[in-house]
């Protein structure tokens, strides 16, 4: 039996496993897990890109597919994602794009998990599917830009610090808002509201117990912003958070025909019921300056000096 200070040592909060530094050299795989690619320039753009990173490239089968809203069918964006995973030759995947349908595919994905070996895994939106997979299976995975974007120097310097050289890294978010000033330690979690809110009472819900939130959206009026958080807020799945680092919520317009209200004051009213350090407005999201995050790893929020320390 435990004693008891083995016990809070066992029960401790602490990082996920970390996966391969993806330095020159690494063998990156890109599928298009979600939506499709708006044709063969976007790839070729994508490999350029993946290339000057100094990895080698290899594209799954069907990346160029099309099958409605999606890059092929089920089937067939699973093969590729499968493929990858499973092949031992490939040290991370960059998805191509977002869109839809990563979820779709998570009973294959967790199918396959446990024989994976650690790999790296790379994009955002709705490649925050495969991201709570990635976690479930105890993996740091990275919320960062998806493979067919162009790459700022911005986003490229952080890629870089964070996936290539596993640096540890502060970084400062001068144009955020302080919510609710504070400082936190914890694990790194969430991604696309959206996505986080269709997985909860799911066996792939976010787990935010002793996280950071982060959390970011596009396209979403503000009132279904506020009716995603609240139903998280309602299922407890904030509950023992240690703090939130909210990005952007591109393109999401704050009034209906009936009123409206701004994501600041949604953010306000959700600090204030988690009584937790709270920055709005960090370079996360659908947006060309964005910070890459390893989703797992462990950070300190120092919320009034608009910092993230993210220790590796």
Known sequence: MLSSGAAAAAHAPRALREVPVLGPGAHVAMVSPSGPLNGPHELERAVATAESLG???????????RTGYFA???????????????????DGIWCLRG???????????????????PKALIGYSDITALHAAWQRAGLISYHG????????????ASLVEVVQQRAPVLWRAA?????????????LAGGNLALVASL??????????DAIVVLEDINEATYRIDRMLTQLRLAGAFDGCRGFAIGH???????????????ISLIEEL?????????????????????????????????????????R
């Open 271 to 311: 600090a204030a019921a988690l009584q937790v350090p709270t920055l709005l407005g960090v370079p996360v999201g659908h947006i060309e300056e964005q910070w890459t995050v390893p989703l797992g790893a462990w950070a300190t929020l120092d919320a009034d000096a608009r910092m993230l320390h993210v220790h």
């Open 200 to 209: 909860c009472g799911t066996p792939w819900a976010c787990d935010f117990r």
């Open 72 to 90: 092929g069918d089920d089937s067939q964006r699973g093969d590729d994602l499968l493929d990858a995973m499973r092949d031992p030759r490939v």
């Open 55 to 65: 990895w080698t490239v290899s594209v799954g089968t069907h990346a160029l597919a």
């Open 145 to 156: 830009p998806t493979a067919r974007s162009p790459l700022s120097e911005f986003s490229r």
């Open 99 to 117: 869109g839809y349908g990563a979820a779709r595919l998570l009973p294959r994905v967790q199918q396959a998990l446990p024989d994976m070996p």
């Open 175 to 187: 144009d955020a808002s302080v919510v609710r000033g504070g400082t936190a330690s914890g694990r």
């Open 249 to 263: 919520f591109t393109d999401c317009p704050a009034a209906t025909e009936d009123g409206g209200r701004t994501i």
